[in-house]
C-alpha cells in the first residue's frame, strides 16, 4: 500500500550512509528528520518531497543530545520545535498524547502533517505523514525515505501504522503521540501533487 517515491537518489543514498554512522538513531534522529520535514513542507520552502537533508537531521540530533533530560518529554519537546519554527507560516500546531482526533485532522480538506510517535514497550519511533489539499498522501521515515500512500484516503491512523509495520517488517503496537500542523493556504508542494 505504499510505493516509493524517488526524487533524489543522490539524498537517499546519502542519508542511508549517515544513518549507518550514526550509532544512537534512536535517540533524536527519526524526530530530527521528521520535524524539519514537516518544517520544509508546511512553511513552503521546498516544492518536492525530497529526503531532508541529512545534514539538519544530524544537527538536529546533537542539540537534541544537548538539551534531553529524563524530566523532558521528547516529543513534547518536537512539537515546541515545529511549532516555533513554523509561527510565521500561518500553520496551526497541536500536540496530542494519546491521538484522539488525528483521523479528524486527517480528513481536513487543507493541507495536513503529522508526526506519529510509533511505540512498542520502550521503544519508540517517529515518522511523518502528509495529506494534501488533493487527498494524496506520502510517509517520510528516516530510515526509508518518501513513500506514497496507495490505500484508501480514508483509512484510519491505525490502519496507517498496521501498513507501514508490514510493508518495513516493523512491530509497533500504537500510536502514542501525535504532532498535527495544518494550514489553509496554499503552499508551492500544491502545484506539483
Known amino acids: 500500500m505504499f510505493r516509493p517515491v524517488v526524487e533524489n537518489n543522490d539524498a537517499h543514498q546519502h542519508i542511508t550512509a549517515l544513518m549507518k554512522m550514526v ?3 534512536e535517540r533524536g534522529m527519526c524526530m530530527g528528520g521528521a520535524v524539519h520535514w514537516v518544517t520544509d513542507i508546511m512553511s513552503g520552502a521546498v516544492r518536492h518531497l525530497d529526503v531532508v537533508a541529512a545534514r539538519r537531521a544530524a544537527v538536529y540530533q546533537r ?10 518529554n521528547p516529543w513534547k519537546y518536537g512539537a515546541s520545535v515545529v511549532e516555533w519554527s513554523l509561527r510565521s507560516s500561518h500553520c496551526f500546531t497541536t ?7 488525528l483521523a479528524r485532522a486527517l480528513r481536513s480538506p487543507h493541507n495536513v502533517a503529522t508526526i506519529l510517535i510509533l511505540q512498542f514497550e520502550q521503544r519508540c519511533h517517529a515518522i511523518a505523514l502528509l495529506k494534501l489539499r488533493s487527498g494524496r498522501m506520502f510517509l517520510y521515515c528516516v ?3 518518501v513513500h506514497e500512500w ?21 512491530y509497533f503496537e500504537r500510536i502514542a503521540a501525535a504532532i498535527v500542523v495544518r494550514t489553509p493556504l496554499r503552499l508551492p508542494i500544491n502545484d506539483r501533487y
Request: glycine letters at 6%; zero cysteines; proline letters at 7%.
Open 23 to 25: 550509532h544512537h538513531v
Open 95 to 101: 500536540y496530542e498524547e494519546p491521538p484522539k482526533h
Open 150 to 170: 496507495m490505500g484508501s484516503r480514508h483509512a484510519s491512523p491505525d490502519e496507517i501504522r498496521a501498513t507501514y509495520n508490514g510493508r518495513f517488517t516493523e
Open 143 to 145: 530510515n526509508n525515505g
Open 63 to 72: 542539540h537534541y543530545d544537548r538539551v534531553w533530560t529524563f524530566d523532558v
